[in-house]
Nanobody, 125 residues
């Protein structure tokens, strides 16, 4: 059974940092890209960032570029999202996803293969 399990969410003040983790299990992910989307209350789910399994390719949304960094530990089957300089508008449920078709790295949320259940990040002003 494939699972993507997110952790690391919580409450942080504006300007602070958090690191999210997504542990992937249940299959071999070497042909997949992994990444993060987020959904704020009343808004659509949006792309945050993605990384290829090798780590050679990354992509970010404009809203987080320069503040968030995505990385991967192949030995642990885990992808990380380091979030710095957090803003109240970063408040959302953050979801991990896996994709083998290239859509994730293009920021497309439809048709991805696997999703986690999400972890809540709240940034107070």
């Amino acid at each position: 059974q494939v699972q993507l399990v997110e952790s690391g969410g919580g409450l942080v003040q504006a300007g602070g940092s958090l690191r999210l983790s997504c542990a992937a299990s249940g299959r071999t992910f070497s042909s997949y890209a992994l990444g993060w989307f987020r959904q704020a209350p009343g808004k659509e789910r949006e792309f945050v960032g993605g990384i290829s399994w090798s780590g050679a390719s990354t992509s970010y949304s404009d809203s987080v570029k320069g503040r968030f960094t995505i990385s991967i530990d192949n030995a642990k089957n885990t992808v990380y999202l380091q979030m710095n300089s957090l803003k109240p508008e970063d408040t959302a449920v953050y979801y991990c996803a896996a994709d083998r078709r290239g859509n994730l790295l293009r920021g497309i949320r439809y048709g991805l293969d696997y999703w986690g259940k999400g972890t809540l990040v709240t940034v107070s002003s």
